[in-house]
């Protein structure tokens, strides 16, 4: 049933628009102006980006992490837990989405393709340049896994803190670390009247970037 509350519920769209000419022919590059727009308008937390993966009965899950990086202008780059449930989804199926919204800028990019490890030396350099608290907790955190108590946790975090005392920075943990998205289909979404969005889709070929409109 309805909820009339929440059915009618509406916004206008009228910002900008998008057409096959405005773009970049590069799919990555085309998102880093996006991203370069959003970091200009002071939105809230534009790097944040909703992940999807799926586990070995095809149940999807989704949960937010940060962008933090687009190396090579090939692919797209974020750090967790390896034994988190996504670091287990991802090293069993490596096919991946992600999700950007920016509703201040009335956007949204769609991003499929395959996940890859990054290489251990971009993880350790990234670990090391990580608030020292942030260092302690992916040590501390059995990321996904079922903890007794908050207690538990914070122990577990002064037992870390007793073991690296007057060190800094931290070792990285073996089991923590870089992905990378490769990116084999990008769509770039620009909310308009009427809801005749404007979406336009690159496809990865063996030739290029293959661009196309599709219907809202």
Known sequence: MLDSHLADLRKTYAQR?????????????QFRQWLDEAL???LDEPTALT???VNEAGQPA???????????NEGFLFFTNYDSRKGQELARSPLAAMTF???GLERQVRIEGRVEKAPAQVSTEYFQSRPRGSQVGAWASPQSQPIGSRQELEERERAVEAR?????????PDNWGG?????????FWQGRPSRLHDRIVYELHTTGWQLSRLAP
Do not use: C, I, M, S
């Not at 628009?17 to 590059?29: F, I, M, Q, R």
């Not at 989704?62 to 090579?72: E, N, Q």
């Open 62 to 72: 989704a949960r937010v992490v940060l962008l933090k990086g687009l190396p090579d």
């Open 51 to 53: 992940l999807a993966t």
């Open 179 to 187: 992905y990378v998205l490769r990116p084999q289909r990008v769509e």
């Open 101 to 103: 919204f920016w509703p």
């Open 17 to 29: 628009t998008l057409t096959e000419a405005d773009v970049h022919p590069n799919a990555v590059e």
């Open 40 to 42: 200009q308008a002071q």
């Open 164 to 172: 690296f005392a007057g060190q800094e920075p931290l070792p990285r």
